[in-house]
Structure formats: structure tokens, C-alpha cells
């Protein structure tokens, strides 16, 4: 099975939909995958990720199933903070270097870092999202043991999710096994970018989702869209409603 994690395209977060650009991104994303298709798309619930997926679904003919638990909402109520200057912003949007910690961390104890000390529930938004993407891959017919997945239904269908730059990263680190402080310091994901994890059904019947793709925008230089819309995790970050 390969799995496509998909950021939203550059959103205007007060109104929930996408700028001019995320509109542009959003339909260099359905020609992208009207090349090699897809079987079942799964969305957020928030308007943002609906409008960037929509043009993929009308291109190949696929309805969207929502999936209440990408929503980013809930993810930043419980892992936002007030910074310095008043402003509620990801704790993770931090300087990476204050998410690595000391020398020798105990890397189950990320949430108890400063960059996260003023957090409403770090620890329980990630556990959440864990836990929903556990009973989402079980549906799909791989089930979570431990660090591995049993395939208990194995197959070799192309599974797209829209979602969000916090839900995402907070995701592919729990499918990795990465700390999440680890992942948030040296990875992230940009606009309307396709992350591929394959889920190869070993004859053991144990599998671990590999990384194929990171963060790609082929899409983006391929119609000539303005890169500074895409990187940059300035763009990226939103303001409390």
C-alpha cells in the first residue's frame, strides 16, 4: 500500500480556504495524480483541505470520506502557545535547536522540554493523533504491534490523506517511530506538498512504513508557481482565530 500524506495548499486561515496560489496548487495537485490515480481519498474537515482536494477528486472521479481527526483544530488547541510577543503560534514553530534538548534526552519525556512547557496538552494531542492514525491503518488492513504493523488485510492500494502542517509532521513521526521533537527539528512539509510512505506486505505479514518521498512539489515547478508560496515555515504558521 502506498499512503500520500498531502498539506493543504497556501491558505487563508480566517476565512478557511485557500489564497489565489493554494487555488493554483490545488489544481497542479489533481494533474499530478490524474497521471497514476488514486483508490480512496481522505480529508479533513476544514475548508482548506476540502478546496485542495477537491480538484484531484473531480479529476479522477473519487468521492471524499472526511476524517474527523485530521482536523487541525484540536491539534492546535492543545499544542499551541503564546510566545514572546503575545501571539499564540505551534510550540514546535520554535527555534529547532530548543526542540533537540539536552545531550543524553529521554526522548519520551519531549513534551516536558521548555518549547513545550506552555502547552495546554502536548502529550495527549499527540497520543490522540497516534491513536486515530492506528485505528485509520487498521481499517486499511494494516494493524499497529508495537513499533511494526501486522498486515492483516495486505494490498496495494494508493491511499491519499489531506490534511495539515501540524497534524502531518505530528502523523508521519508516529508512523516512523521519530520522537516528534526529533521529526519537528530536522523535517517539515510544505504547501500543497505529497509526502509517500509504502507499506510493503512482507511475507512475514510484519511491515514498517517507509519514506519514499518527503515534502515533494514536483508539481509546483512543473506549472511554474511561485516557490516563496510553498517553503518557508513563516508562510506556514497561523494565527490564533
Aim: net charge negative; charged share 20%.
Amino acid at each position: 500500500m502506498l499512503l500520500y500524506i498531502i498539506r493543504h495548499g497556501e491558505p487563508d486561515y480566517a476565512s478557511d480556504s485557500l489564497t489565489g496560489n493554494g487555488v493554483r496548487q490545488a489544481a497542479a495537485l489533481a494533474e499530478r495524480f490524474s497521471s497514476h490515480g488514486l483508490e480512496e481519498i481522505y480529508v479533513s474537515p476544514l475548508g482548506r483541505a476540502v478546496q485542495t482536494a477537491r480538484p484531484t477528486c473531480d479529476r479522477l472521479g473519487l468521492p471524499y470520506r472526511i476524517e474527523e481527526w485530521m482536523s487541525e483544530d484540536l491539534f492546535w488547541n492543545e499544542l499551541s502557545a503564546v510566545d514572546g510577543n503575545g501571539e499564540r503560534q505551534w510550540s514546535f514553530g520554535c527555534q529547532n535547536t530548543m526542540l533537540l534538548g539536552e545531550e543524553n534526552p529521554d526522548l519520551n519525556a519531549w513534551h516536558t522540554y521548555p518549547a513545550f512547557s506552555s502547552c495546554k496538552a502536548a502529550e495527549k494531542g499527540y497520543r490522540r493523533i497516534a491513536d486515530c492514525s492506528d485505528a485509520f491503518l487498521a481499517g486499511l488492513g494494516y494493524k499497529r504491534d508495537g513499533r511494526l504493523y501486522r498486515t492483516a488485510a495486505p494490498n496495494n492500494r494508493r491511499i491519499a490523506a489531506f490534511c495539515h502542517h501540524g497534524v502531518g509532521t505530528a502523523w508521519l513521526s508516529h508512523l516512523l517511530s521519530i520522537p516528534p521533537n526529533i521529526f519537528w527539528s530536522g523535517f517539515d512539509i510544505a504547501h500543497s506538498s505529497v509526502t509517500i510512505l509504502e507499506f510493503k506486505n512482507n511475507p512475514d505479514g510484519q511491515t514498517a512504513p517507509q519514506c519514499v518521498c518527503l515534502s515533494d512539489i514536483s508539481h509546483i515547478y512543473k506549472n511554474n508557481l511561485p516557490i516563496n508560496a510553498v517553503i518557508g515555515f513563516q508562510e506556514g504558521r497561523r494565527q490564533d482565530p
